[in-house]
């Protein structure tokens, strides 16, 4: 694969996240279910931003995160995503671009940018709400097939696999990137959206994913059993490389008949857990790409799972490429 | 000093920062000069935000903190001060109101709301490039007189001081506050500001000035001398208050011939000292209105100060008045 010009490129929801902190009360009163994503429209969104504290708006969207990622850590990388034209799509085109993130989608000339009010609780666990404005209008036309022939890796976000057309888009892009002998990664997102369209994802599974990322909620709503053992049994065969990360407990790598355990890295104090999974899959791509060892991939994941965790929103504040060299990895 | 809803109301720029990091090379290459604040056109801020890294957004304004830290202390605050309706306007309105600060300035439907780019070197300090947009656009008209009338200081934020119509708006206030016996606050924000208008700053000051804030840098060039103790001097008959700010070096508060000198909150790591000034002002002006003795007004300042410079950005991210409640304060 050494004939690319991207490691990886990302497909997914081009978000701008709205972040402030919470009370559990806060959340109980708003019918939000802590740790969990859910879509809001837009009356929902004012009203809620209304209520909620004083905020900080950090670029966000969770394959752009990953994207931005494998930037920090050095790896080549493109996004491909649905903002309009509007300020906060401009300041998600600044911060993306400004990453070293290749992002050449253009601008809708209607409707808004995504934007998701992220609620932190005083444990450090984000809970979103998520007003996709123009987002999920990325159809097949944006899904650029020689950026996708030019890329090692094709990353999906789960999120985004909602409208009929973004699943159009979806395997248009598994299309392309299997013509070109590339590979496709996808990410479950979040359990409650595997839960709506588990018979789809299965099928686009089983049609040409060859790196599954999900956390333990996802891979076991995806399979429909209570125990974590019971989905690394389905997962196991179901692609070459299932990645399964457990927050605290770490992570497990299942490649054919292997299973590595990857051990999570210690964190100071979990200040915001936005962007773990994402950047755990930044670290591991990037790895992949770069040639590296499965366990090597795993600890890359992990160092910078713990190092967005450890601050507010879910770009890297530190160069990752340099935290992974003081590591050795 | 009872019969009062508000405890102050700061008039001055509607600002939303914008806020990355750079190193001291970036900043010469683009002409700015390290740990000030320039104005900016629109030209320069698009391709100044272009060239700089990834950012985040958060409320600002000199003023406008100060109030925010007023209300974060227990205060009761009023903020004036000219967004335009756009989505910057929005997150302004939005953070300033949930913070607990009475905000009613009528938006305006044309320019755009003030945004500064704020560039943070590795030694935490903060160089600020501000397009200015609708914000110094505040005119007469908008100087509520009843909702002057009924605060115990109006704080005047001196990067106001600039366009012949904010003049006017800052002598207005001043009327209507000595009208109602209420005290008048100024703050001199920038010694390149004082430098600007040198002769109608002490005219302002003469005219109605009760307190005076400012840093070692503007009391110098307000009254050109080299050395602080110099400054000092004059400063020291030219109000009934003056509160010298000397970063490190803590503050000096001068009241008739008495002199105190306030040691600085100790901070383990400065991170950004971006809104510093503006929340010794929020600390000393909270002490000042709740009755405290000069001494401890001072030690609120340094407190609050502390705090906004351990993180990025000029809004505190705890309580204050639970940080000065642990302190004694």
């Known amino acids: 694969m050494a004939d690319t010009t991207y490691d990886v490129v990302g497909i997914g929801n081009a978000i701008v996240d709205i972040i402030g902190r919470c009370n559990d009360t806060f959340l109980a009163e708003h019918g939000a279910t802590k740790g969990h994503m859910r879509l809001v429209d837009e009356e929902t969104v004012e009203s809620l931003y209304k209520a909620m504290g004083p905020a900080i708006e950090i670029s966000g969207g969770s394959a752009a995160n990953t994207m931005a990622g494998i930037a920090s850590l ?41 934007r998701s009010l992220i609620l932190v609780t005083p444990d450090g666990e984000r809970t979103m709400n998520t007003f996709l404005g123009v987002a999920p209008e990325l159809d097949q036309r944006e899904i650029d097939a020689d950026l996708i022939a030019a890329s090692q890796v094709v990353y999906l976000e789960g999120y985004l696999f909602d409208r009929a057309e973004a699943k159009a ?19 479950l997102s979040d359990a409650f959206c595997v839960d709506r369209h588990r018979a789809e994802f299965l099928d686009l599974i089983r049609g040409g994913v060859d790196i599954l990322f999900a956390n333990e909620s ?26 399964l990360t457990r927050s605290a407990k770490g992570s497990l790598i299942l490649s054919g008949e292997k299973a590595i355990t990857v051990a999570p890295e210690p964190v100071a104090r979990v200040v915001d857990t936005t962007g773990a999974g994402d950047l755990y ?49």
């Open 281 to 329: 899959a930044a670290g591991f791509l990037y790895g992949l790409t770069a040639g590296k060892p499965l366990e090597t991939c795993g600890r890359l994941g992990s160092l910078a799972a713990a190092e967005i965790i450890s601050h507010i929103g879910a770009r890297s504040e530190t160069q990752l490429a340099k935290l992974a060299a003081s590591r050795g990895l």
């Open 169 to 187: 888009a979806f395997r248009q892009a598994v299309k392309i990137a299997k013509g070109a002998s590339r590979k496709v990664a996808l990410t």
């Open 74 to 114: 050095g790896g080549k990388a493109a996004f491909i995503g649905k903002i309009a034209d509007d300020e906060l799509g401009t300041i998600f085109g600044h911060d993306i671009r400004s990453a070293g993130v290749a992002f050449e989608t253009i601008p809708a000339n209607s409707k808004s940018t995504a």
């Open 218 to 243: 996802e891979v076991t709503s995806l399979y429909r059993v209570g125990a974590f053992d019971d989905a690394v049994r389905h997962a196991r065969n179901a692609c070459e490389l299932a990645v």
